[in-house]
């Protein structure tokens, strides 16, 4: 497995990170079989894991915590705090009051002693990002945290907390988690000509499109929102009688056949394409079961040449998202009326 150093952290990570969001109630909650599948992926060199606090309320963070026990030390370890972990309103967020206490529960359930990157799992227009920020640098002073990142900020607010940073004296995001993958490629636009402007590491998350480039989905029919017990957002994204998933639809369905003429699996086409931006440090895969682990694995040296890149290009323009909502993330003041009205 290749490594590549994380932003200017001099931190050296693996180009795949395993990402530990399956683990628990939300998808494969049998902690014997997670901390295998864990193990399997530190042996075949990935050193980089990613988890939450909100992941199967904590569970997610649990069975890392046992898959790492004996291998701390050989891992870099991130996790998130900012969605909310109970019915108090101050159990979520980015506040100092709700960081101080939870980074105290992620330790407890990773059964270590500090977190490599902790990073702040989405913006939070409640508090100010100097108080976040605040926090953040006493916690990475009182050697519970190595490193402080942002997921999913748009480039505005990516800009902001480096600047709030500069002007306080405060420690600054080190890396961006965004979501990126062929088919949602909104973050070429700004996100990540701002990463590599400050000099961010980039940790992606969503290559395969929430299974959109698994190879699974060839027809309508393969897309019934009813089943797998998808949430109200997934089956939205999964609704064929939407025009963007019909678009999604037939990207598919041209990639499918560009991946048969490179003689690579689907799978093995859009993670190649993530690895290939410049600003791309690691690239978050989520498997379930240690058969999809291994499938992925076996494309961790796939490169594409010039010309299959040029060829998603037409499929999918640069900086497109063919579903808008596959960023998981819309300005509150698009979805908050009162922010646009008097």
């Not at 075949?44 to 046992?66: H, L, R």
């Not at 920020?133 to 990142?149: E, H, N, S």
């Not at 003429?261 to 290939?276: C, D, T």
């Amino acid at each position: 497995m290749k490594r590549r150093t994380l932003g200017g952290t001099g931190i050296s990570v693996s180009e795949f990170a395993f990402g530990a969001m399956m683990f628990g109630d939300m998808a494969n909650n049998d902690v014997d079989e997670g901390v295998r599948i864990i193990h399997r992926a530190l042996d075949a060199g990935i050193n980089f894991v990613d988890t939450a606090d909100i992941y199967s309320a904590g569970g997610s963070e649990e069975i890392v915590g046992k898959a790492l026990k004996g291998r701390r030390d050989d891992v870099v370890l991130a996790t998130k705090a900012h969605g909310s972990m109970g019915p108090d309103p101050n159990h979520g967020g980015t506040s100092r009051r709700w960081l101080v206490r939870e980074v105290e529960n992620s330790l407890r359930r990773l059964g270590t002693d500090h977190i490599d990157l902790y990073q702040m799992h989405r913006p939070d227009p409640a508090t100010d990002i100097d108080e976040t920020l605040g926090a953040l640098t006493d916690l990475v002073r009182a050697g519970k945290v190595r490193a402080v990142g942002s997921s999913t900020f748009p480039a505005e607010l990516i800009v902001e907390a480096q600047w709030v940073s500069e002007r306080r004296g405060h420690v600054r995001f080190r890396t961006e988690q965004p979501p990126y993958s062929i088919l949602a490629r909104g973050v070429e636009a700004a996100v990540l000509p701002t990463t590599q402007k400050y000099g961010m590491g980039v940790l992606t998350w969503g290559p395969l499109s929430a299974g959109w480039l698994s190879g699974r989905y060839r027809s309508a029919e393969d897309l019934d929102p009813s089943t797998g017990g998808r949430t109200t957002i997934e089956r939205h994204k999964f609704d064929i009688s939407l025009p963007e998933n019909a678009r999604k639809l037939q990207a598919v369905t041209d990639l499918a056949k560009l991946a048969d003429e490179a003689g690579l699996p689907l799978p093995h086409l859009a993670l190649a394409f993530v690895r290939s931006h410049p600003a791309v440090t690691s690239v978050i895969i989520g498997p379930r079961t240690m058969d999809q682990l291994d499938s992925l694995l076996t494309g961790a040296d796939v490169t594409l040449t010039p010309d299959v890149l040029d060829r998603i290009d037409e499929i999918v323009p640069p900086g497109t998202d063919l579903n808008p909502a596959d960023n998981y993330y819309t300005p509150p003041a698009l979805t908050n009326p009162a922010l646009r009205r008097r």
